[in-house]
């Protein structure tokens, strides 16, 4: 098996499309029980119009495709900065048992900075939650897209 370091790299490539699209820097992959990228997503809400284009809806959408059916049990995604309420509760309908993250993000983070939704005891499955893979290469493309936003 592959690292937790090597998929986030694959989420991080994915940030950068983001980033190159003009979007928030954000990128996810689904990967199987087997080790297999089976998704893949980066921010698209702003070219895509649509709210619900974020990095992790974009991979679960992708490995839904993919596998032919929404329920990913077994499957850890991987995303670059901490998941949102919507994408939460898309990765729990998904039926993920793993979710790594790189950075948190302070405002909106439901996985362990503004509430950990993954821990409610009302959920069909757990979900594990591993913080911090990555954090300083996902923390720099944030801040890289940010400042670049205030200056022009």
């Given at each position: ?7 986030m ?7 950068h499309?983001?980033?190159?699209a003009g ?6 992959v689904?990967?199987?029980?087997e080790g297999?990228i089976i998704?893949e ?5 702003v070219?895509q119009?649509?709210?619900?284009a ?11 495709k993919?596998t032919g059916?929404?329920?990913?049990t077994?499957?850890?995604l ?12 898309a990765?729990i309908?998904a039926r993920?048992a793993?979710?790594v993250?790189?950075?948190a993000e ?11 939704l993954f821990?409610q005891?009302w959920h ?10 990555l ?5 720099r493309l944030?801040?890289t897209?940010f400042?670049s936003?205030?200056?022009?």
């Amino acid at each position: 098996m592959r690292s937790d370091e090597f998929y986030m790299h694959r989420a991080l490539d994915q940030a950068h499309l983001a980033m190159a699209a003009g979007e928030v820097p954000v990128g996810a992959v689904v990967v199987s029980a087997e080790g297999e990228i089976i998704g893949e997503g980066f921010n698209a809400p702003v070219g895509q119009h649509d709210p619900t284009a974020h990095a992790e809806v974009q991979a679960l959408r992708d490995a839904g495709k993919r596998t032919g059916n929404y329920r990913l049990t077994g499957c850890t995604l991987y995303v670059s900065v901490e998941p949102c309420l919507m994408c939460t509760g898309a990765i729990i309908h998904a039926r993920i048992a793993r979710v790594v993250y790189g950075v948190a993000e302070p405002r909106t983070g439901m996985a362990q900075s503004k509430a950990n939704l993954f821990a409610q005891p009302w959920h069909n499955h757990e979900v594990e939650v591993v913080s911090g893979v990555l954090v300083a290469p996902a923390r720099r493309l944030l801040k890289t897209f940010f400042a670049s936003r205030r200056s022009s």
